[in-house]
């Protein structure tokens, strides 16, 4: 004999973090619907069984249809779940972390996200504000070994941007020399296309970024990597 069971709404929620003023912060919207209608939230959508492949591919929809934005990183998080995280029922949220420079995020959001940071959150509706501090927590643990930061930048940048990201990650400034030692960058003139590290990670260019000292050369990053021996 066959029981019928109410199967769960399932969704995706998603923590997008920038930079911006020197401090990790997290895009929220208000909602414009009940439950909690006014109230700051992650972005967030169900899955549409006939569109979506997958959670990722649900996710990606969501983020596209809300800003435009193809993020350059995306990752699942975990999943939230439970008969009370949602006042309509038992509910299912996938929830995803996504890293984007604050000039790319705050252009297609604007009007619609408000910033805050990460460390001093205000009030978010059903768990979103846990959702929230395990997205900072994996990313902090994964940026003390890996080119992870590197997501929150332009393309092409300078490695002073690149100490810049990492100190307001971990909020902590260190010397050029101790930061290049912890990545294992050498130290000396690079060509274009040379690797600026031990792993091969951080690839010089041809370009440059000019200013009132001596041009800085721009660098990119070929892959999301672990760095040799880097920990923060």
Same mark, same amino acid.
């Given at each position: 004999m066959?029981?019928?069971?109410?199967t769960?709404?399932?969704?995706?929620?998603?923590?997008?973090?920038?930079?911006?003023?020197?401090r990790?912060k997290?895009?929220?919207h208000r909602?414009e619907r009940?439950?909690?209608k006014g109230?700051?939230?992650?972005p967030?959508g169900?899955?549409h069984?006939?569109e979506d %492949?997958?959670m990722?591919?649900?996710a990606?929809?969501?983020?596209?249809?809300?800003?435009?934005?193809?993020?350059?990183?995306?990752?699942?998080?975990?999943?939230?779940?439970?008969?009370d995280?949602?006042?309509?029922?038992?509910?299912?949220?996938?929830?995803?972390?996504?890293?984007?420079p604050?000039a790319?995020?705050?252009? %297609?959001?604007a009007?619609?996200?408000?910033?805050?940071?990460?460390?001093?959150?205000?009030?978010?509706?059903?768990?979103h504000a846990?959702?929230v501090?395990?997205?900072v927590?994996?990313?902090?643990n994964?940026?003390?070994?890996s080119?992870?930061?590197c997501?929150?930048?332009?393309?092409?940048?300078?490695?002073?941007?690149?100490q810049?990201i990492?100190?307001?990650?971990?909020?902590?400034?260190?010397?050029?020399?101790?930061?290049?030692?912890?990545l294992?960058?050498?130290?000396g003139?690079?060509?274009?296309?040379?690797?600026?590290?031990e %792993?091969?990670i951080l690839?010089?260019?041809?370009?440059?970024q000019?200013?009132?000292?001596?041009?800085?050369?721009?660098?990119?990053?070929?892959?999301?990597?672990l760095?040799?021996r880097?920990?923060w």
């Amino acid at each position: 004999m066959k029981h019928s069971h109410t199967t769960p709404d399932v969704s995706v929620d998603i923590v997008l973090l920038t930079l911006d003023d020197g401090r990790l912060k997290v895009a929220l919207h208000r909602r414009e619907r009940s439950p909690g209608k006014g109230s700051l939230a992650l972005p967030g959508g169900y899955v549409h069984v006939d569109e979506d %492949a997958s959670m990722e591919a649900t996710a990606y929809r969501v983020l596209r249809d809300k800003t435009g934005l193809v993020p350059r990183y995306l990752e699942q998080l975990r999943t939230f779940g439970g008969p009370d995280r949602d006042p309509r029922g038992w509910s299912v949220a996938v929830a995803h972390v996504a890293l984007i420079p604050h000039a790319e995020l705050s252009e %297609a959001g604007a009007g619609v996200f408000h910033f805050y940071d990460v460390d001093e959150l205000p009030e978010l509706v059903f768990d979103h504000a846990g959702q929230v501090q395990e997205a900072v927590q994996r990313v902090r643990n994964k940026a003390s070994y890996s080119t992870l930061p590197c997501w929150l930048l332009p393309e092409l940048f300078t490695l002073t941007q690149l100490q810049g990201i990492y100190e307001q990650i971990f909020g902590e400034t260190v010397s050029r020399g101790t930061f290049r030692s912890r990545l294992g960058i050498k130290v000396g003139e690079l060509t274009p296309g040379e690797a600026a590290d031990e %792993a091969d990670i951080l690839i010089a260019t041809d370009q440059f970024q000019g200013g009132n000292q001596r041009p800085a050369r721009l660098f990119r990053v070929n892959r999301l990597s672990l760095f040799k021996r880097a920990f923060w």
